[in-house]
Every structure is written in C-alpha cells, then in structure tokens.
C-alpha cells in the first residue's frame, strides 16, 4: 500500500532547491539562512553551480511522502525573501522539491571533524544528511564542499 503524504509541519528555515536536490537550511534569526540562499542562487548565476532557485524564505512547509521529505513554501511567502538591508524581495522559486540535506546554522556541534552521529538528522520520521555550520562561520563554503564531494549527484558545475 502507498505510503500518502504526512500533514505538513511548518518550520523556521529556508529551502533551496540545487539541481534536483533541496537544501533545507535552519538556525535562528539573524543566523543567515536567506544570505546561504542567495549564496547559492548566486552560485548558480555565476556558474559555480548548475541550478539553485529558491523553494521557501523563513517558513518551510514540510511533509514526509513514500520515504521523503518534501519543502515547499506556505502560499502567502511563496517567492518572497529577506534580503538584509533592501526587505522583503519577490524572486523566482520552486514550488516544491525532495529536501536532501539540512543545514543547520549556528550549531553548537559545528565541529572540525564532527561525529558520524551528528552527520545525520531525522525529520519526519526521515533520516537525512545534516551539515552543522559553527556560529560565524560562511556556511556557503561547506555546502559547495558537500555538494563536490558527496556521492550523491554531483550539482557543481563542471569547468
């Protein structure tokens, strides 16, 4: 029998889809959630990566589906993102994607060489890829490393 959609969940965070692939980034306010996306947007258009578009800015709807977690934006802040210093900014998005990794901003366990535990994070009843980005650290760097050096599909753009 198919596994249906669990009721979503809403959650502080940011998505960004990357290839066929999407980030779900979480931390407090001010962490730099929509500055990650925007990274990774600009990584794109610059062509470090083949695609990043946004899915959500500041709430992400989650739902898990056949063993998969899936991000889309809640109706009303589909589009729109905070942009430091300009507002609130309407930008092309997703409308959902398959989450394939979190990335937690400002994680108290932002180790150098973190454990295999903390390498994982289970949403939904889902065990995902979990990246912990320490407080001030630039997240984008290791998230392109992670992209580049994954053995899922590679999203980095070839030179």
């Given amino acids: 029998m198919a ?4 009721p979503s969940a809403t959650v502080h965070g940011c998505s960004v889809l990357v290839g066929a692939h999407a980030i779900l980034i979480r931390g407090p306010a001010g962490s730099g959630k929509s500055r990650l996306a925007l990274s990774l947007i600009e990584a794109a258009a610059s062509g470090r990566l083949r695609f990043a578009r946004l ?3 500041d709430r992400v ?3 898990a589906c056949h063993g998969r977690l899936l991000a889309r934006a809640p109706s009303a802040l589909a589009g729109l993102i ?3 210093g300009l507002g609130i900014r ?7 994607a398959v989450v394939s990794l979190v ?3 400002t994680a108290p366990d932002g180790e150098r060489l973190p454990a295999p535990a903390a390498a ?3 949403i939904a009843g889902i065990t995902l890829p979990r990246l912990a980005v320490a407080s001030g650290q630039d997240p984008c760097p290791a998230v392109l490393a992670y992209l580049a050096t994954t053995s899922a599909p590679l999203e980095i753009a070839e030179k």
Avoid at 3 to 6: G, K, L, P
Avoid at 90 to 96: S, T
């Fill in 90 to 96: 309407r930008i092309a998005h997703e409308p959902m």
């Fill in 55 to 57: 899915i959500a800015d």
């Fill in 61 to 63: 709807a989650l739902a």
């Fill in 120 to 122: 994982q994070t289970t």
């Fill in 103 to 105: 990335v937690d901003l």
């Fill in 82 to 84: 905070e942009v430091r």
């Fill in 3 to 6: 596994q249906a959609a669990s």
